[in-house]
């Protein structure tokens, strides 16, 4: 019998044709190493939000009513605000809003409803003039989105079935 010495890297290359073992692995390198260069930012990423501070009055109501929300920086990771809807001098709908950093995470709290506890959604994007939060386990909404352009905010709820606009104009 007479064998032929190959080099294990010889071996290796006949078993897989030229460049196939690269397209394998590149990807699979890629995704190992996805952490060590997309680290989470939370407070870098709640400095976005900074443009949502202030006074907003919807502009898409029901005849004879009004509504707004307001905003205001509590901390370095907290934003509070308020929503209320009125119908002539009453108050028909009022809750109060946070932004937070809990966990190594940003969310946005929905609190006041019906003496119900706070309902958490996760923030799931965000850019430097819109952000979208989301909590599947959630009846409705499941998901709120709000994107500023100009001075025309636009807060959408949504599931699956329905979405909801809320359109608001920044007065202060």
């Given at each position: 019998m007479n064998f032929k010495k190959t080099t294990p890297i010889a071996r290796s290359s006949q078993h897989l044709p030229s460049g196939k073992l690269l397209v394998f692995i590149f990807p699979v390198l890629l995704l190992l190493n996805a952490g060590?260069?997309?680290?989470?930012?939370?407070?870098?990423?709640?400095?976005?939000?900074?443009?949502?501070?202030?006074?907003?009055?919807?502009?898409?109501?029901?005849?004879?009513?009004?509504?707004?929300?307001?905003?205001?920086?509590?901390?370095?990771?907290?934003?509070?605000?308020?929503?209320?809807?009125?119908?002539?001098?009453?108050?028909?709908?009022?809750?109060?809003?946070?932004?937070?950093?809990?966990?190594?995470?940003?969310?946005?709290?929905?609190?006041?409803?019906?003496?119900?506890?706070?309902?958490y959604f996760k923030i799931t994007q965000i850019t430097d003039d819109s952000f979208v939060c989301e909590n599947p386990e959630h009846d409705f909404p499941k998901k709120i989105a709000y994107k500023l352009t100009g001075k025309t905010l636009k807060a959408t709820i949504s599931d699956d079935e329905k979405n909801i606009d809320f359109i608001f104009v920044k007065t202060k």
């Open positions: 060590a260069f997309c680290q989470v930012n939370p407070e870098g990423d709640f400095k976005k939000l900074e443009w949502l501070a202030g006074s907003w009055n919807r502009t898409n109501v029901k005849p004879g009513q009004t509504g707004n929300e307001s905003w205001t920086s509590k901390s370095p990771t907290s934003i509070i605000g308020k929503g209320v809807s009125l119908k002539g001098k009453d108050t028909i709908f009022a809750e109060n809003l946070e932004l937070r950093i809990k966990d190594g995470h940003i969310f946005y709290v929905v609190d006041g409803l019906d003496n119900q506890p706070p309902v």
